[in-house]
């Protein structure tokens, strides 16, 4: 078995719903990498060009995330600083929540309580 066939590609799948309120949802999944991430990065400042907006990024679809990927969420991260906007992330697969961890995003992205609790096995 070669590496390219160990390595499932899924494209990345973006949608953003608007939702009653300040919330703008934006669902992510597949693969989110160097070739990918230019589409997240436009979704995500588009999704916070008004101001009074709050981003949830939800990451429960998304199977592989590399460096560029990750410099895509944390666009958005700063983009919603300098808005006001609040930013946050819910639905991380585990593999993905452990990239936060190395890199110390964990430290600095917020995330939605419910699914850190259930990474945790707090959840009630």
């Known amino acids: 078995m070669t590496v390219s066939d160990e390595h499932d590609t899924a494209p990345l799948r973006i949608s ?6 300040r919330a703008t949802v934006v669902r992510v999944g597949g693969e989110l990498d160097y ?12 999704a ?19 460096s560029s990927g990750m410099g895509a969420i944390v666009s958005g991260w700063q983009r919603a600083r300098v808005t006001g906007a609040r930013y946050v992330v819910r639905g991380t697969p585990d593999v993905i929540a452990e990239q936060f961890e190395m890199t110390g995003l964990s430290q600095v992205l917020t995330f939605d309580e419910d699914t850190r609790a259930e990474r945790d096995g707090s959840a009630a």
């Not at 953003?16 to 309120?21: A, D, L, N, T």
């Not at 070739?35 to 997240?40: E, F």
């Not at 916070?48 to 590399?66: I, K, M, P, Q």
């Open 16 to 21: 953003v719903e608007r939702g009653p309120g």
């Open 48 to 66: 916070l060009t008004d101001a009074s907006a709050d981003v949830v990024l939800d990451l429960a679809e998304l199977r592989f995330l590399d």
């Open 35 to 46: 070739v990918t991430a230019g589409d997240l990065r436009a979704a995500l400042l588009e």
